[in-house]
C-alpha cells in the first residue's frame, strides 16, 4: 500500500511528489507513468526542441528522483481505478492508496481515419518526446512543404519552427478567426497577421476532406476542393483530457475529471493538470462552469496543491489562479493571462489595445463589465505580469486602464532617457 499514488508522470504529477516531500512528508509515494520517458519539459517539444541543438527536456535524471524516496512505475499506464476499494490498477497490479492524485493529461485528437488513414506516413501529431523527435528528424531532413491543420498555439508554434527553417509552410483553420477561444475575435486576426508577415500561407473557415497518399502523404485536399502538396502534415486539433481508464469508476467525467474547489473528485481523489475541471471562484462572475486548462503554470500549481490536499484532506485548501500562458513564434513572445470570454448571460468581454498597435509590439487588455478579465502582450515581456496582479486582486476596468497609463508613462521615460 502507498499513502500517496499519482498518477500520471509529467510536470503535475512531478511538482505533486516534490511539494508534500519538500513539506517534509515522510509517507510512501508511487509514481505512475504510461511513458517509459522520465518526467519531461512539455513546452520545448514543439519550440526549441525542434531545432538542431535541443536541450535535454528531461527534469529530473534518475539519480534526482530518487533522492525524492518515490516508487516509479512507469511505461505502466493506469487501467481502473475503484474509490470505494481506494485502489488504482496498472499493468494488472491493484495499488492501494490513501490519497492519490490523478494527473494524467491529454492526449492529441487525431483526424478521422474517413479523412486520413491513420498509418500513412508523414502524418504527426505532437505531444510527446517521442512525437517531437520524429517531427525533428523530417524537419532536419529538409522536406520542404510543411502543412499544419489547426491554428491554435502548437499548431503555429511548429508552423513558425518550420518556417524559420526556410520550408514552405501553410496552416489550415476550420475557424473563421483562429484563435477566437483563445484570445478573442480581434486579437485571433492580429496574432494571424504575425504569421502571414513571416511569409506563412494561412487558411481559415475550412475543413480537410481528405488526404491523399499511397504509403506517404502526398496531399491535402480541403472541403472547397483546394489541394496543398504536402510533404509533412501536422495535425494540431487540441487535446483530450486522458479519462477513459476511468470510465468504470464513480468520478464525474465531462471533458476533464470534475472536481470541487480543493480539486477533490471523491473522497482521497485530487486531480491537477490537463485533466482537472473545476470551479475556479476567482472569476465567479465572469464563467458559470467549471474551468479546464492546459497550461504550463496551472499543471505546477494543481499539481503541488493536489497533493497537499491528498495528504492532508482536513486542511485542504481551495485553488483559484489568473491563467497564465505564453507562446513562441517566430521572434516573438506571446503571453495571455486571465480570461478572454465569458459564459453565456455574462457581459461581452471587449478588447481595447492599450499599449503599441497591433501591427508590432503590444499590450490589450480585456473587458468583462466593469471588471479587468484579462490581458494579452506581444513582445512586451515586462507588462504581463503587472495586469496579472490586478486580476488577482478582482480590480476594476479602471484600475486597468490606470495601470495601462502608468505603464505607458514608465516607457516613454525610459525611451527619453536612453
Not at 245 to 270: C, F, H, I, K, Q
Not at 285 to 293: A, H, S, Y
Request: proline share 5%; aromatic share 6%.
Amino acid at each position: 500500500m502507498a499513502d500517496l499514488v499519482v498518477v500520471g508522470a509529467s510536470l503535475a504529477g512531478l511538482r505533486a511528489v516534490e511539494a508534500v516531500r519538500n513539506d517534509g512528508f515522510s509517507g510512501s509515494i508511487t509514481l505512475v507513468g504510461a511513458e517509459e520517458h522520465l518526467p519531461y519539459d512539455r513546452p520545448p517539444l514543439s519550440k526549441d526542441h525542434l531545432g538542431d541543438d535541443p536541450r535535454d527536456p528531461t527534469y529530473r535524471e534518475r539519480e534526482k528522483l530518487a533522492e525524492l524516496d518515490v516508487e516509479l512505475l512507469l511505461g505502466a499506464p493506469a487501467e481502473a481505478l475503484d474509490t470505494g476499494a481506494r485502489t488504482v490498477t496498472v499493468a494488472g497490479r491493484e495499488i492501494d492508496y490513501t490519497g492519490l492524485v490523478v494527473a494524467t493529461g491529454a492526449h492529441a485528437r487525431q483526424l478521422p481515419a474517413a479523412v486520413c488513414r491513420p498509418d500513412l506516413a508523414g502524418v504527426l501529431t505532437l505531444r510527446t518526446l517521442d512525437d517531437s523527435l520524429a517531427l525533428r528528424g523530417l524537419l532536419q531532413a529538409g522536406t520542404p512543404r510543411v502543412t499544419v491543420v489547426g491554428a491554435g498555439f502548437i499548431g503555429s508554434e511548429i508552423a513558425a519552427v518550420a518556417r524559420k527553417r526556410g520550408l514552405e509552410v501553410t496552416i489550415v483553420e476550420a475557424l473563421p478567426v483562429p484563435l477566437v477561444r483563445g484570445v478573442g475575435e480581434r486579437m485571433g486576426r492580429a496574432l494571424t497577421a504575425l504569421h502571414e508577415r513571416h511569409g506563412t500561407r494561412v487558411l481559415t473557415g475550412v475543413s480537410v476532406e481528405r488526404v491523399t497518399g499511397t504509403d506517404h502523404v502526398e496531399s491535402v485536399v480541403l472541403a472547397d476542393g483546394t489541394e496543398i502538396p504536402t510533404d509533412v502534415l501536422v495535425v494540431g486539433i487540441g487535446a483530450a483530457p486522458n479519462t477513459s481508464w476511468l470510465e468504470s469508476s464513480s468520478l464525474t467525467l465531462d471533458d476533464g475529471v470534475v472536481a470541487d474547489e480543493t480539486l477533490a473528485a471523491a473522497p482521497g481523489v485530487y486531480v491537477a493538470g490537463d485533466v482537472a475541471r473545476w470551479p475556479n471562484a476567482l472569476f465567479d462572475d465572469v464563467l458559470t462552469t467549471p474551468m479546464r486548462l492546459e497550461h504550463w503554470t496551472s499543471a505546477s500549481d494543481q499539481g503541488a496543491l493536489a497533493a497537499r490536499n491528498a495528504v492532508d484532506p482536513a486542511s485542504a485548501k481551495a485553488y483559484e489562479t489568473v491563467p497564465y500562458f505564453w507562446s513562441d513564434w517566430y521572434t516573438s513572445r506571446i503571453q495571455f493571462v486571465g480570461v478572454s470570454r465569458a459564459d453565456e448571460g455574462r457581459p461581452e468581454v471587449e478588447t481595447e489595445v492599450v499599449m503599441g498597435a497591433e501591427d508590432g509590439p503590444f499590450v490589450a487588455l480585456y473587458r468583462c463589465g466593469d471588471r479587468l478579465a484579462g490581458a494579452l502582450a506581444v513582445d512586451k515581456p515586462a507588462e504581463v505580469m503587472q495586469y496579472r496582479r490586478l486580476i488577482m486582486k478582482r480590480a476594476s476596468w479602471e484600475d486597468g486602464l490606470a495601470k495601462a497609463e502608468e505603464r505607458r508613462e514608465r516607457a516613454a521615460k525610459k525611451a527619453a532617457a536612453s
